[in-house]
């Protein structure tokens, strides 16, 4: 069987163009053709469908080839044009070139009309190439611009599955991101589709994304219900018709989900949309993954902030009330719920009591009364462990103030034992008005939550025992702080030891000084971090082996006002930002990111400086050597008053200088 040929034909003479395809076909071509004559009949026949070639005799009785090379070229295909014509001047032929046609013949002479139609044809496909992959690198650098300026990860979600389909013109998709905790990858997002048709999540060889996910292939289907490779018990629950690709979304070695477009036959996704698909996956998997890592941070700094906060009305507040209201308000903050309320054990009747809530309606809650066992909470308490209820209403327990609660439309519930010293003294309740579906990370943060809840508590009993507790959690924080630092510094395997180093030698130069304790706690605090800001930094330039370009250079200098953007909302940090923020500018005002100079620059951070480039300038680094300690020396001295702080520069010699060399 010869070459599949789509051929619309120009040609008053249906004997001549009976000759013409006649060639053709001996030329080994399958034809498919339509003969018209005019210019209404071919707009009809280019919106109808697709064509090969056109072939055209040069006039007509009502048509011309001009006028259908006018018309073509305001249909914007690209499509070969040969003119095949009795008698044709030179001129005419010239101009009809310069047109838009791209040969021509003359009747009764097709030695070169086979010839004619390969050349064409293969030009064709090498302009078609080229087009695919022009919009490819240019869908290519729409998305990667487009991510590049999102901030969370919903966002980030929302505008790669936008741009997907619309790149492909796809009917349907989703995104399914993988939770390794639980060994689940869930849906995140999705366009096009009904709920009937597609489930929440899958275990990893489950539905196409958990096959997918398992494979680690992608998986691309004319018809996913008729295809082979999926098995049965997948294939049966796809409906008819649905069509279209399902990537995998990589990060390094990492799978961290799918990118799922469909499409309903007849239409299929061509080559060149695989490839833009398989080129946005590329890009999505790693910017997804560096969000996620970006906002895994953020969220523990919230995190450790709201317990700061805690722990501060732990410290301080001895009105159990007023503490209960900061903590309640954390909760309900942190864990993004509608509702939550504090059950305290009372001494004298051993029953579950109301003691403080937020979030609700009506003030039905303040009624509660329960014994040990009783209801959700007494389960709780007396189990000693968290009890959860999904969904209220679905629930077959005694749910023991469902009607005290029937005004408050609650679906979601979580009781947390307050625990200390092996006592339980009561219970931390959770409510949400829509269906929870807790990670991990929640549950234990909801934990650590009902720890501190016991902790306050126990606190309105024993304050003494709670200020050791306020000791190690402060002692916890700051260890957290130099467990992200090491962080850094095995994320930027060129820096490694960077932190622990340049923190020491300016707490040493800052004692030296004379500086109080509690600004050596926020500069150490501001050292630990000075390169946070690198975690929004993508990981191809931080770990480039060259020097950066200046646009790369442009984007490095982001990270202090990344790191800002970051800590400052953190009110515990916020005294440490100082060394963060400003350990780039200069004396002279030529640093970034705001360009101080002199003592707008804060103390700390003109200290902090010094002792960075010296870090820097005299430990190796692969696109240099250190430098000798006398050059490096030099270089201090020489950039006093430019760079560095003259004052600063005088105390760093005297200690490091002058002292050992």
Known sequence: MGTYLRILIIEDSGDDAHLILREVQRGGYEVESERVETAEAMQEALA????????????????????????????????????VSGTIGEES?????????????????????????????????????????????????????????????????????????????GEAGSIWLYDPTTDIIELKIQRGWSDEYINSSFQPGEGIPGLVMKLGKAMIAREFCSDLQIPDEIRNQIPRKIGGACIPLHADENIVGVLFINVTLPRELTTGEIRILNALAEIGGNAIHRTYLHEQTIKQLERLAALRSIDLAISNILDLQ?????????????????????????????????????????RNIESTSLRIGEGNAGRAALGRRIVEVPDLTKFNGDFMRAQLLADERFVSYYAVPLITKGEVKGV?????????????????????????TAIA??????????????????????????????????????????????????????????????????????????????????????????ELTEEEQQIMRQHPQLAYDMLEPIAYLRDSLDIPYCHH?????????????????????????????????????????SWPKKKALDYIREQS????????????????GINRF
């Not at 309740?429 to 501190?452: A, K, M, V």
Request: proline letters at 3%; one cysteine or more; hydrophobic letters at 40%.
């Open 428 to 452: 931390l309740e959770i409510f949400n008005r829509s269906r929870l579906n807790p990670d991990r990370e929640w549950l234990d943060f909801l934990e650590t939550l009902g720890g501190q």
């Open 641 to 656: 008053g430019k760079y560095f702080d003259p004052q600063m520069v005088e105390v760093f010699l005297q200690e490091i």
């Open 93 to 169: 032929a010239v101009n009809a070139l310069k047109a838009g046609a791209h040969d021509f013949i003359i009747k009764g002479n097709f030695a070169r009309l086979i010839p004619a139609i390969q050349r064409e044809l293969k030009e064709a496909e090498i302009r078609h190439q080229r087009r695919e992959r022009e919009r490819e690198l240019e869908a290519i650098a729409v998305v990667s611009s487009t991510l590049r300026t999102t901030k969370t990860l919903s966002e980030m979600l929302s505008r790669l599955l936008d741009q997907a389909l619309m790149l492909v013109e």
């Open 457 to 546: 508590v126990e606190n309105s009993i024993l304050f003494q025992g709670l200020q050791r507790s306020n000791f190690e959690l402060a002692m916890a924080y700051d260890a957290t702080i130099e467990g992200w630092s090491r962080a850094l510094d095995l994320r930027d395997h060129e820096t490694e030891g960077h932190t622990r180093r340049v923190t020491d030698m300016t707490l040493k130069l800052a004692r030296k000084m004379g500086l109080s304790d509690e600004r050596l706690v926020l500069i150490r605090r501001g050292a630990l971090l000075h390169d946070i800001g690198k975690m929004g930094i993508p990981d191809t330039i931080l770990h480039k082996p060259e």
């Open 322 to 362: 007023v503490t209960l209201k900061i903590l309640i308000n954390e909760v309900i903050r942190q864990l993004h719920v509608d509702a939550a309320s504090v059950l305290l054990i009372q001494t004298d009747s051993g029953r579950l009591e109301f003691a403080a809530g937020q979030g609700f309606y009506t």
């Open 585 to 625: 500018e200069k004396w002279d005002g030529t640093g970034y990111p705001r360009g101080l100079s002199g003592t707008q620059i804060p103390l700390e951070a003109r200290l902090f400086t010094i002792v960075d480039i010296w870090d820097a300038i005299t430990t190796d680094r692969p696109y240099r050597k």
């Open 48 to 83: 109808r469908q697709r064509w090969d070639l056109i072939i055209c005799d040069f006039s007509l009785p009502r048509f011309s080839a001009p006028n259908a090379l006018e018309l073509l070229k305001k249909s914007e295909y690209d499509i070969p044009f040969i003119i």
